[in-house]
């Protein structure tokens, strides 16, 4: 293990940002595969903040805060065929992973309808 990060987002937080930014708040925070999971099926606010607080875990596990030039959306979280989430990195998050010596991820998220928490370990193996 190299690094962990952990985060915590208040669903109701997340219900606001996109019933008052719609789609900005997407475009800017989410990459169009999470906005698709994101939007089937009931629990849309609760899937969004995972995913907010994953993309917060893994920045943390990084080290670099979103100062470092990182875009939201060059943390992405990818479904395993199980259902199992796992990180995406590209852009400036990608080269700041590959300088830290990360290989691999792995990322455990959990939701309800008030709060949605995220864990993101970074491994060099
Ligand atoms: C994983 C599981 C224990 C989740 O438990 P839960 O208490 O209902 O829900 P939680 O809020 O704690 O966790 C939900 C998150 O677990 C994660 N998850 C789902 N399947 C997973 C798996 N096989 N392994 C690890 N994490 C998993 C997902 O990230 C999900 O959030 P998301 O849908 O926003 O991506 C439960 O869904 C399960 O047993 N799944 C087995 C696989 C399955 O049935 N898949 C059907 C998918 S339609």
Do not use: N
């Not at 065929?81 to 990608?94: D, E």
């Amino acid at each position: 293990m190299l690094a962990h990060g952990i985060d915590i987002v208040e669903v109701d937080r997340i219900r606001r940002m996109l019933d008052e930014h719609g789609e900005s708040f997407r475009q800017r925070c989410f990459t169009a595969g999470e906005i698709a999971y994101c939007e089937r099926g009931g629990r849309r606010d609760e899937h969004y903040a995972a995913r907010f607080a994953a993309k917060e875990a893994v920045l943390k596990a990084l080290g670099t805060g979103w100062s470092a030039g990182i875009a939201w959306t060059d943390v992405e979280v990818v479904l395993l065929p199980s259902g199992q989430p796992t990180v995406a990195l590209r852009g400036k998050a990608a080269e700041i992973a590959s300088v830290l010596g990360v290989k691999a991820w792995a990322l455990s998220l959990s939701h309800t309808s008030g709060t949605a928490v995220a864990s993101a370990i970074a491994t060099g193996a």
